[in-house]
C-alpha cells in the first residue's frame, strides 16, 4: 500500500502543554481515513501539521514525500478549517472561483466545485446570508476546487442534514477510488464507519490506528463508540 | 495571483456598499466642514485643506486595512490562503493594490469637490495632489497590514489607530510649523513618513512646476510604503502555534 501521509514522532506544544505526545502513524494514499477523537483531544492540531501551519516542536511529517508545509505541496492538497474558512462578504461563487484562481484553474471548475456540495441553487447568495450547514458546504467547495491529490478535511459534515451527509461520504469515497487521499476528522462516531481506516486520538495519543473491522474485531465491540471506549479502558489498565 | 486577490478584496467592498458610501462620502463633507470654518480666510483654508488631502486617505485606509487583515486572520482565510499557492506577498500587494484604488476614487472625488466647489487653489498640478494622496493612502494600507499582525482583537487593532496616526498627524506641520518645532521634536517629525506627504503637497500648494523636494518626498513616502509591506511579510508566519 502507498503512503501519502508519514507522521513520525510529532510534538507538538502549546505554551507548556503538550499537545501531541510524540504521534507516529502512516496514512494510505487513496484512502479515506477518519481522525477521530473528542475534542480537545488534538484532532486540528495534527491537521494542522499535516498542512504545514503548525509550529512542531519536534518530530516529522512528510506528505506524499515532501515535507509538510513546502511550496509544491501547496498545489496538491486541499484543506478545510473547521470553523467555515470563507469570505462571508462574498457570494458562494465568488468564494470558489477565488481559490480557483490561486489554484491558476478557470471559473467553470470552481461551478464544479459548487454543484459538487449542492449549493448551486445559492451560488448567487452571500455566504454571510447562509446557514451554518450551508456555510460549511461553500468552505468544502474551496477546499474541493483545486483537484487536489490530498483533502484535509476538519469536521465536514457538522451541522448537515443526513441525506446531504451522505451524499459527501459518498462522494468522499470516490474522489478517493480516483486517488485522492483524505484524511476526515469527525467526533460522530457513527461517521467512523464510513472511513476506510481510523486514528482514535485522545489527549494526544494515537490509541488506535487500523481498519474499522480490525478495531471491532480486537475490542469484540460491534458498536464503534463501544470499541473507542474499551479502548480507552485497556489503556488505562496498560 | 495578485490580481485575482486584489479583485476579490474589491468585490468584497463591492457587496459592502454602506462602506463605500462611507469611504467617497466622508472625506468630502469633513472638507466641507473646514470650508465654513475658514469662512473668508481663502489662504488658511487652501493650506489646510491641502493637509487634509493627504491625511484622510492615510487614516481611513489605515483603518479599513487593519481591520480587513485582523478579519482574514480570525475567520480563519488567511491560515487557508497559506496552505495554497498564494505567497505572502501576493496577499499583500493584493491589498495595496485594491485599497491603492479604493483610495484613488476616495481621493479623486475629495480633491475635485475642494477645486470645483470650495475654490481651493493651489500653484501646481491637482493630478500631483492626487497622486500623493494615493500614495499616502497605499503608506496607510502597508502600515495597517503591519499592525495588524500585533492585534489579536478588533479592539487592539482600532487602538493602534491613536498609537501609529495620531503622532504623525501631530508632528506633520499641520498645527505647528516643522522648522518651529524644538530640535527633538523635529527629529521625530522627520522619521515619521506622513511629514514627507504633507511636505510634498505644500510644494505642489506653494509651486507651479513639481519640485526636486516633492518628487523627494513622494519617493519617501513610496518607500517607507514598501519597507512597511516588507515588514509586514515577514510578521506574517506560515507556521503558528
Known amino acids: 500500500m502507498e503512503t501519502a501521509i508519514e507522521i513520525d514522532d510529532l510534538v507538538v506544544a502549546r505554551g507548556r502543554k503538550h499537545v501531541l505526545h510524540g504521534l507516529s502513524c502512516t496514512i494510505p494514499r487513496g484512502q479515506v481515513t477518519g481522525l477521530l477523537g473528542p475534542s480537545g483531544s488534538g484532532k486540528t492540531t495534527l491537521m494542522r501539521a499535516v498542512v504545514g501551519v503548525q509550529l512542531v516542536r519536534s518530530g516529522t511529517v512528510t506528505v506524499l514525500g515532501e515535507p509538510a508545509g513546502s511550496k509544491p505541496l501547496r498545489r496538491r492538497i486541499g484543506y478545510m478549517t473547521q470553523a467555515p474558512s470563507v469570505y462571508a462578504d462574498l457570494t458562494v461563487r465568488e468564494n470558489a472561483r477565488y481559490f480557483a484562481a490561486l489554484h491558476g484553474l478557470p471559473k467553470p471548475e470552481a461551478d464544479k466545485a459548487v454543484t459538487a456540495v449542492g449549493l448551486e441553487d445559492a451560488a448567487h447568495q452571500l455566504v454571510g446570508s447562509l446557514s451554518g450547514g450551508q456555510r460549511n458546504r461553500a468552505s468544502l467547495a474551496c477546499a474541493l476546487v483545486g483537484r487536489p491529490d490530498l483533502l484535509v478535511l476538519d469536521e465536514p459534515t457538522v451541522g448537515l442534514d443526513p441525506v446531504l451527509r451522505v451524499d459527501l461520504w459518498a462522494r468522499f469515497h470516490a474522489l478517493a477510488a480516483e486517488g485522492v487521499t483524505l484524511l476526515v476528522s469527525s467526533h460522530v462516531m457513527d461517521e467512523a464507519g464510513r472511513c476506510d481506516r481510523l486514528l482514535l486520538i485522545r489527549e494526544g495519543r ?31 489498565h496498560a | ?12 467592498l463591492r457587496h459592502d456598499r454602506r462602506t463605500v458610501a462611507l469611504l ?16 473668508g480666510q481663502p489662504r488658511a483654508f487652501d493650506r489646510v485643506a491641502l493637509t487634509m488631502l ?19 486572520r480570525t475567520s480563519g482565510t488567511l491560515e487557508r490562503l497559506l496552505t495554497t499557492p498564494l505567497g505572502r506577498l501576493d496577499l499583500l500587494f493584493g491589498y495595496g493594490i485594491a485599497f491603492g484604488l479604493a483610495a484613488t476614487v476616495q481621493a479623486a472625488v475629495a480633491t475635485a469637490a475642494a477645486y470645483l466647489l470650495m ?9 500631483l495632489v492626487v497622486l500623493i494622496a494615493v500614495a499616502d493612502a497605499v503608506l496607510g494600507v502597508a502600515l495597517g497590514l503591519f499592525c495588524s499582525a500585533f492585534a489579536r482583537t478588533e479592539f487592539q487593532a482600532v487602538q493602534f489607530m491613536p498609537v501609529v496616526v495620531a503622532p504623525q498627524l501631530l508632528l506633520c506641520g499641520l498645527f505647528v510649523e516643522r522648522d518651529a518645532m524644538a530640535g527633538w521634536l523635529g527629529a521625530v517629525s522627520d522619521v515619521m513618513p506622513m511629514s514627507y506627504a504633507v511636505e510634498a503637497l505644500q510644494e505642489v500648494g506653494a509651486h507651479p512646476d ?22 509586514a511579510a515577514a510578521t506574517l508566519r506560515r507556521r503558528t502555534a
Open chain 2, 24 to 39: 467617497v462620502v466622508v472625506p468630502t463633507a469633513l472638507l466641507a466642514l473646514l470650508y465654513f470654518m475658514y469662512d
Open chain 1, 206 to 236: 494515537l490509541i488506535a490506528d487500523d481498519t474499522p473491522a480490525a478495531i471491532r474485531a480486537a475490542t469484540r465491540q460491534d458498536d464503534l463508540e463501544q470499541a473507542f471506549l474499551e479502548l480507552i479502558r485497556t489503556e488505562a
Open chain 2, 119 to 127: 475654490g481651493l487653489e493651489t500653484a501646481g498640478n491637482t493630478a
Open chain 2, 54 to 72: 493627504g491625511i484622510f486617505p492615510f487614516v481611513v485606509m489605515f483603518l479599513v486595512t487593519s481591520i480587513a487583515m485582523l478579519r482574514e
Open chain 2, 1 to 12: 495571483m495578485i490580481i485575482a486577490t486584489a479583485l476579490r478584496i474589491l468585490r468584497q
Open chain 2, 210 to 231: 513639481p519640485t526636486g523636494t516633492m518628487w523627494r518626498d513622494l519617493a519617501v513616502v513610496c518607500v517607507a510604503s514598501l519597507l512597511a509591506l516588507m515588514l
